[in-house]
């Protein structure tokens, strides 16, 4: 079989080799739960490497180690801050300020809160996918209590003007949560900089293992423990800890933060070639989002007119081209992109949103079989729609 060409690295990314070779000796040989560290010298090693481990997630986010918990990923970091501060805080308030274009595992703990009697209020997003920071600003009363703003959007690569949102919470006494799965390890993060006193990341989606993250809580923040039992990760976080996905994790973010600059040029140059390669070969295509340095540097979201996303993104992976839709993390919902209604691309072409996401085991070589491909399956399902005007 022809090697397969991947572009969903905003879904999942391959596990860096050297990643692998620090995480194996982990399953079998350091096996040992670190939780019995002061009478074990087994425990006592892997814990050393999963102090090292967070000593390197700090270092990647200017953070201090006491503020970094690892749980089992984006997913968990998202709840466990949304929910932990609502619960903990609802004594001085229950207004959330959060926006349409979150992941779903920002938007579903937020309907929970709402069903429990917390009021959410959505800050608007421009066409780009962009919130205007006065914007959030007009939403905060004395009753907010929390802002999850994502740092970059998953879909469209939008990335927000945290640093500025940060400052406005923090001035209003108001705890700022940020997800920062699509951005950890490929854009600089710096906590104290940006003003963020939660942070949630994945190790996925930076070439470390999956079912594994953080959550960075700034120190001295008030917040109810996310899972209840033994009192691992100082009581807010219980359960042994997956210690072979840890120190992927953090070997990971010693790689990332040593290479990340190196990379993202090198991926954004592939992803401007390869959209410029498209946009000539192909007629009636757009771009969903904002072109320029406030996207991420591997994300392309765009539209082909008069094609449903779903059956060329078929068409493409039995040539070996693997291409994530609208939304590879709620993959096979029939529901149009949440984000790309919040950004109003028309009804249209609300099925016709198609990502590519390009990373760091992306070569250059791969631009024009791509291309060549796409044009094909296009040209074949446009001859085949009832829709598309033949002969455009
Ligand atoms: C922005 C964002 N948040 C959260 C998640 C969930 O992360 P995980 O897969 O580690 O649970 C994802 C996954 O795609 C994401 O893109």
């Given at each position: 079989?022809?090697?397969?060409?991947?572009?969903?690295?905003?879904?999942?990314?391959?596990?860096?080799?050297?990643?692998?070779?620090?995480?194996?000796?982990?399953?079998?040989?350091?096996?040992?739960?670190?939780?019995?560290?002061?009478?074990?010298?087994?425990?006592?090693?892997v814990d050393d490497y999963i102090e090292e481990a967070r000593e390197n997630i700090a270092n990647l986010l200017n953070a201090d180690v006491e503020e970094i918990y690892f749980t089992s990923g984006g997913t968990e970091s998202d709840n466990a801050?949304?929910?932990?501060?609502?619960?903990?805080?609802?004594?001085?308030?229950?207004?959330?300020?959060?926006?349409?274009?979150?992941?779903e595992a920002v938007l579903r703990p937020l309907e929970t809160l709402a069903r429990q009697g917390f009021t959410i209020k959505f800050v608007p997003v421009?066409?780009?996918?962009?919130?205007?920071?006065?914007?959030?600003?007009?939403?905060?009363?004395?009753?907010?209590?929390?802002?999850?703003?994502?740092h970059a959007n998953n879909e469209i690569g939008s990335i927000?003007?945290?640093?500025?949102?940060?400052?406005?919470?923090?001035?209003?006494?108001?705890?700022?949560?940020?997800?920062?799965?699509?951005?950890?390890?490929?854009?600089?993060?710096?906590?104290?900089?940006?003003?963020?006193?939660l942070l949630s990341l994945s190790a996925h989606k930076f070439y470390g293992p999956k079912g594994v993250?953080?959550?960075?809580?700034?120190?001295?923040?008030?917040?109810?423990?996310f899972m209840e039992g033994g009192g691992q990760e100082r009581g807010l976080r219980s359960g042994t800890l997956n210690s072979t996905g840890i120190v992927g994790l953090g070997e990971a973010a010693k790689i990332a933060k040593a290479e990340m600059a190196f990379n993202e040029e090198r991926i954004r140059k592939i992803r401007d070639t390869l959209f410029e390669s498209i946009q000539r070969e192909i007629p009636e295509v757009y771009l969903n989002g904002a072109e320029g340095e406030k996207r991420l540097s591997g994300n392309l979201n765009f539209v082909i007119k008069g094609i449903r996303s779903e059956p060329l993104l078929t068409t493409m992976n039995e040539r070996g081209i693997v291409i994530g839709g609208g939304s590879a993390c709620s993959a096979g919902s029939k529901e149009p992109s949440h984000v790309l209604r919040a950004i109003a691309v028309p009804d249209d072409d609300l099925f016709s949103g198609i990502r590519m996401t390009i990373g760091k085991f992306n070569s250059e070589d791969e631009v024009m079989p791509i291309v060549i491909n796409l044009k094909d399956a296009v040209k074949k399902l446009r001859d085949l729609s009832p829709f598309w005007m033949k002969g455009d």
């Amino acid at each position: 079989m022809n090697k397969v060409i991947y572009l969903d690295n905003a879904a999942t990314t391959p596990v860096d080799r050297r990643v692998l070779e620090k995480m194996l000796p982990f399953f079998s040989e350091k096996f040992a739960n670190p939780a019995t560290k002061w009478t074990s010298s087994l425990s006592k090693e892997v814990d050393d490497y999963i102090e090292e481990a967070r000593e390197n997630i700090a270092n990647l986010l200017n953070a201090d180690v006491e503020e970094i918990y690892f749980t089992s990923g984006g997913t968990e970091s998202d709840n466990a801050a949304i929910k932990g501060i609502a619960w903990a805080n609802r004594d001085k308030g229950s207004e959330i300020i959060s926006t349409h274009i979150e992941h779903e595992a920002v938007l579903r703990p937020l309907e929970t809160l709402a069903r429990q009697g917390f009021t959410i209020k959505f800050v608007p997003v421009d066409s780009k996918g962009f919130v205007y920071p006065d914007e959030v600003k007009k939403l905060i009363t004395k009753h907010t209590i929390l802002i999850s703003i994502m740092h970059a959007n998953n879909e469209i690569g939008s990335i927000e003007a945290i640093e500025e949102i940060g400052k406005i919470a923090r001035e209003n006494g108001i705890y700022f949560h940020t997800d920062a799965v699509q951005t950890v390890g490929h854009v600089p993060v710096d906590v104290k900089a940006m003003n963020i006193d939660l942070l949630s990341l994945s190790a996925h989606k930076f070439y470390g293992p999956k079912g594994v993250g953080a959550l960075f809580v700034r120190r001295d923040t008030n917040i109810a423990p996310f899972m209840e039992g033994g009192g691992q990760e100082r009581g807010l976080r219980s359960g042994t800890l997956n210690s072979t996905g840890i120190v992927g994790l953090g070997e990971a973010a010693k790689i990332a933060k040593a290479e990340m600059a190196f990379n993202e040029e090198r991926i954004r140059k592939i992803r401007d070639t390869l959209f410029e390669s498209i946009q000539r070969e192909i007629p009636e295509v757009y771009l969903n989002g904002a072109e320029g340095e406030k996207r991420l540097s591997g994300n392309l979201n765009f539209v082909i007119k008069g094609i449903r996303s779903e059956p060329l993104l078929t068409t493409m992976n039995e040539r070996g081209i693997v291409i994530g839709g609208g939304s590879a993390c709620s993959a096979g919902s029939k529901e149009p992109s949440h984000v790309l209604r919040a950004i109003a691309v028309p009804d249209d072409d609300l099925f016709s949103g198609i990502r590519m996401t390009i990373g760091k085991f992306n070569s250059e070589d791969e631009v024009m079989p791509i291309v060549i491909n796409l044009k094909d399956a296009v040209k074949k399902l446009r001859d085949l729609s009832p829709f598309w005007m033949k002969g455009d």
